[in-house]
């Protein structure tokens, strides 16, 4: 079964752009999270979707928001991008139920620089 | 959730048993104990979770104490491969998938 993908890998922008990031889930998985790690604050949740509606939120401003499509595949958008936006964003998937939301599995995550 | 505490690194020589401490003493009667590892540069990776009774799979041991405000994860036969940052986390039962990473353990497996 292939695992999660994440497009692009590796991307750089400017300061004041707009980005999006992809994700693939797991085939049958429904729920989608979406994670930022920084040197500086470690890893952060930013939220999740489960049947495409956002079901929690992370502490993240408004410029950070995301989408997920029938088919589980999940798009985050970060708007008007800051210097400190550079990370490494890792999305998650699982099948979304109580007794298996605790087993994520992790893309390889997408290195966003921000010059 | 509950916070964790764990010592920020930790060496282990290749062959022998790695035991990675993990301490939450304000853990809940409902909430369990996950245990995830991150090699550099990868997205982390499930190891482990239990509620209060030890458990074992094919990567590794989860010895909670009988208090619960402890546990401890055991790499049986530490390899160079688990060098990575190992994070316990604590969180309740429920369908959100949110899962909240401390600083974690920094394992360092040498020849």
């Known amino acids: 079964k292939a695992g999660v993908t994440q497009t692009p890998r590796y991307l750089i922008k400017t300061r004041g752009q707009q980005v999006t990031l992809s994700c693939s889930p797991i085939s049958g998985h429904r729920s989608v999270s979406w994670y930022q790690q920084t040197p500086g604050q470690g890893l952060q949740f930013l939220f999740e979707y489960f049947s495409e509606t956002q079901r929690n939120k992370g502490n993240f401003p408004g410029r950070f928001s995301g989408r997920q499509f029938s088919n589980s595949r999940s798009e985050m958008n970060v708007s008007t991008l800051e210097l400190g936006d550079s990370a490494l964003y890792l999305c998650a998937s699982s099948l979304g139920t109580a007794q298996s939301s605790y087993e994520q599995y992790f893309g390889p995550g997408t290195r966003l620089t921000v010059t | 959730d509950a916070k964790t505490t764990q010592p920020t690194s930790m060496d282990c020589a290749e062959g022998r048993a790695a035991n990675l401490p993990c301490n939450h003493s304000?853990?809940?009667?409902?909430?369990?104990v996950y245990w995830y590892r991150q090699i550099h540069s990868q997205g982390p990776q499930y190891i482990i979770h239990?509620?209060?009774n030890n458990e074992t799979n094919e990567m590794a041991s989860l010895i909670i104490t009988e208090d619960r405000k402890s546990s401890t994860l055991i790499l049986p036969h530490a390899t160079l491969r688990d060098t990575a940052v190992y994070y316990c986390i604590v969180r309740g039962t429920g369908t959100a998938s949110k899962l909240t990473f401390g600083t974690g353990t920094r394992l360092q497996v040498t020849l």
């Open positions: 239990g509620l209060k």
């Open positions: 304000t853990i809940s009667g409902n909430e369990y």
